[in-house]
């Protein structure tokens, strides 16, 4: 039973510089999720997918920050320009349609120096 | 005001020692969830509860959902130093769609 899977695990970067991260989810979900999480708090939510469709979009979800699931199946989250603020660990969950549960990934641990 | 509170935020207890942390709203949650999450991990589902006045166990936790849906409790008896993480109640409601809504979390630490 293969889980959410996402990469890289941890990543460092300099201010000003673009990231991308994967994620894999559960391959029979249909509902992909991104969230953020900062030191001390709770995940907060960033967008999610039904397909390929993004349906979705908190307002934290800034211009410098762009989602995207092709084909239906993984997802990349992109950071243009990073600024320290985006240091932080990005979780992705999966989960069927109109299901309460969703499945976290390992998450993508951002470091911007 | 956050829409979801925890609380405690921080619990240190012995072994062996039974808990109680709680996670409140003000809002009706569609459906509620509580995960455990360790340090560089993502958080691991525990349980769901849909039904005011459900009550579900796991072993040595119990969870319990309020009769109006606006709260929830986890229990866990004879603590175990394995049960120490960070636990998350996240939940669902009408108006916010699809997403879940985190608590901040209760950070809890089994001594042995």
């Not at chain 1, 673009?18 to 708090?41: A, K, M």
């Not at chain 1, 800034?62 to 199946?73: L, N, Q």
């Not at chain 1, 600024?83 to 660990?89: F, I, K, R, T």
């Not at chain 2, 405690?8 to 455990?36: A, D, H, K, M």
Request: proline share 4%; hydrophobic share 30%; aromatic share 10%.
């Amino acid at each position: 039973d293969t889980g959410v899977s996402q990469n890289p695990r941890h990543k460092i970067t300099k201010r000003g510089q673009n990231v991308t991260f994967r994620c894999d989810p559960i391959s029979e979900h249909n509902r992909l999720y991104w969230y953020r999480q900062t030191l001390g708090q709770g995940p907060e939510f960033l967008t999610y997918f039904q397909n390929e469709a993004q349906l979705e979009k908190s307002r934290l979800l800034s211009d410098r920050f762009s989602a995207e699931r092709p084909k239906g199946s993984f997802s990349t989250l992109e950071i243009q320009r990073t600024e320290q603020g985006d240091s932080a660990m990005y979780l992705c969950a999966s989960s069927y349609q109109g299901a309460s549960e969703q499945y976290f990934g390992p998450g993508t641990r951002l470091t911007v120096t | 005001t956050q829409l979801l509170e925890q609380s405690p935020q921080f619990l240190s207890i012995q072994e062996g020692e039974n808990l109680t942390v709680y996670c409140n709203s003000s809002s009706v949650f569609s459906s509620l969830q509580w995960y455990r999450q360790e340090p560089g991990e993502g958080p691991v589902l525990l349980v769901t509860v849909v039904t005011g006045g459900e009550v579900k166990k796991l072993k040595r936790l119990t969870f319990q959902f309020g009769d109006a849906r606006k709260d929830s409790s986890l229990h866990i008896t004879a603590a175990q130093t394995g049960d120490t993480g960070l636990y998350l109640c996240a939940g669902k409601f009408m108006e916010y769609g699809n997403k879940l809504v985190f608590g901040a979390g209760t950070i809890l630490r089994v001594k042995s």
